[in-house]
């Protein structure tokens, strides 16, 4: 059973920029959540994918935004990086509503620097 | 709002010893879900022990065992022969369904050291 995975480990980018954070989900799920991880906090929720819908948001803005594909891989997309973005990003995979397995299983995460 | 909360910034423990974290969260729901994560320096968060409110029973994992007080909101847990790859931070969460969705809300983590 091949776990969840997530590329790149580590990135750099410029305040302004933007980037794209991959996720690959564990095999036979078909749920996706990310989470935003700041330094010596807890993991806030950004947003969740179910069959290609996002179905539940966190108090993130809308410079945050994700796909999930056919596959049930995801993409974590935000624009116009500011330095409070700085953070590690987690995704973390499940068998969402009707498979009701509430066990959530997270990737090792991509750690975003902006400077 | 739902919110957990962890008092421990903090512990420590000697090899083979037994250490509690403490964790406490507010929900009006009737029936829920918690959860231990650890997250070792690696980064990965580990799911460790779950337990649904609907069970009265305790839920036990190998040395990880939790002390669940529902009426108290508590939800602490127990680690029994600690051992060396036992350090890391240990998060307390709790699952919540909103809007169709599934999310974890999460404590600020207890770092646990781990002493031979």
């Known amino acids: 059973e091949t776990g969840v995975t997530q590329s790149p480990t580590h990135l750099i980018k410029t305040r302004g920029q933007q980037v794209t954070l991959r996720c690959s989900s564990q095999?036979?799920?078909?749920?996706v959540s990310w989470y935003q991880q700041a330094l010596g906090q807890g993991p806030q929720f950004i947003f969740q994918?179910?069959?290609?819908?996002?179905?539940g948001r966190g108090n993130f803005p809308p410079r945050f935004s994700g796909l999930q594909f056919p596959n049930y891989s995801s993409e974590l997309n935000v624009n116009a990086l500011e330095l409070d973005d700085s953070a590690l990003y987690l995704c973390?995979?499940?068998?969402?509503?009707?498979?009701?397995?509430?066990?959530?299983?997270f990737g090792p995460g991509t750690r975003l620097t902006v400077t | 709002a739902q919110t957990v909360t962890q008092s421990q910034p903090e512990m420590s423990v000697q090899e083979a010893e037994t250490v509690t974290l403490s964790c406490t969260y507010d929900t009006s729901e009737s029936d829920y879900y918690l959860f231990w994560y650890k997250q070792p320096p690696s980064r990965q968060m580990i799911l460790v022990i779950r337990q649904e409110a609907y069970k009265q029973q305790n839920a036990t994992e190998n040395r990880f065992s939790v002390n669940f007080q529902k009426a108290a909101k508590s939800f602490s847990l127990k680690i029994s022969d600690s051992q060396l790859g036992d350090a890391a931070m240990y998060f307390c969460a709790y699952l919540v369904e909103e809007g169709g969705s599934e999310k974890l809300v999460f404590g600020k983590g207890t770092k646990l050291t781990v002493n031979p």
């Open positions: 973390a995979s499940s068998v969402g509503l009707a498979g009701l397995s509430y066990e959530q299983y």
């Open positions: 095999s036979g799920h078909n749920t």
């Open positions: 994918y179910y069959r290609e819908e996002e179905n």
